[in-house]
């Protein structure tokens, strides 16, 4: 079983929706919780991150952590067709930087 | 630019064959690792540097795979006898490390080899 499991996709979606990303992890020890994006042939590049549960808005972006139910999500609100990528949820512990990533779900935004 | 740089973009590749990729990471990192990305799957831990030494590698690194990081700068990827296996993406990233509270890595736009 990999540490961590991301919601397959792909998604497609039409421009203004809510798109709804989720992440499971069995890593007690995660303490760090980041998204990343990645657009087509690129490397990622670090989106948002969060440290312990709760939530961190950024724009129209919300990082969602519960710790309890080992959940992380990622909303992203008046969706763009520039929002068009793949979304990584990475997770690490505190005492390490090498981070632990899920699969990553595609999603297409439709002008 | 100051961002990772990784070279080449891309390498086509027959089975047997020998080949390195090389990342130069932002200047001031002292962390650089090496992940491996397949289609349709997350960024895969190999390799990581502290300044020139290799502290930790996964077992996803056989024997064929081999990291430099001479003088802490640069790194290399080498893989000896490819197999059609080891076709993937190839992704270098650096940090600050401990430096940096969320220890973001900073990622290259990867090398992609095809080996047929």
């Known amino acids: 079983q990999k540490e961590v499991e991301q919601d397959p996709g792909p998604l497609s979606v039409p421009e203004g929706a809510i798109v709804s990303l989720n992440c499971t992890y069995s890593n007690s020890a995660f303490q760090y919780f980041m998204w990343y994006r990645q657009y087509s042939r690129k490397g990622p590049e670090l989106l948002m991150y969060t440290y312990s549960s709760g939530n961190k808005e950024d724009g129209r972006f919300t990082a969602q952590v519960d710790k309890s139910s080992k959940y992380i999500s990622l909303f992203i609100r008046d969706s763009q067709p520039s929002d068009s990528a793949t979304y990584l949820c990475?997770?690490?512990?505190?005492?390490?930087?090498?981070?632990?990533f899920g699969a990553g779900t595609t999603v297409t935004v439709r002008a | 630019d100051t961002g990772v740089s990784q070279d080449p973009r891309h390498k086509i590749t027959k089975r047997g064959q020998n080949v390195t990729f090389r990342c130069d990471p932002i200047s001031e990192h002292n962390r650089l690792y090496w992940y491996r990305q397949t289609l349709g799957q997350g960024p895969e831990f190999l390799t990581y540097?502290?300044?020139?030494?290799?502290?930790?590698k996964s077992r996803l690194l056989s024997d064929r795979f081999s990291a430099e990081r001479p003088k802490g700068s640069f790194s290399t990827l080498e893989i000896q006898r490819t197999e059609q296996g080891d076709s993937a993406m190839y992704l270098c990233?650096?940090?600050?490390?401990?430096?940096?509270?969320?220890?973001?890595?900073?990622f290259g736009e990867g090398s992609r080899l095809t080996v047929l």
């Open positions: 990233a650096s940090s600050l490390g401990q430096l940096q509270v969320t220890g973001e890595l900073f």
């Open positions: 540097f502290q300044n020139e030494a290799q502290l930790e």
């Open positions: 990475a997770t690490r512990p505190s005492n390490d930087y090498k981070l632990s």
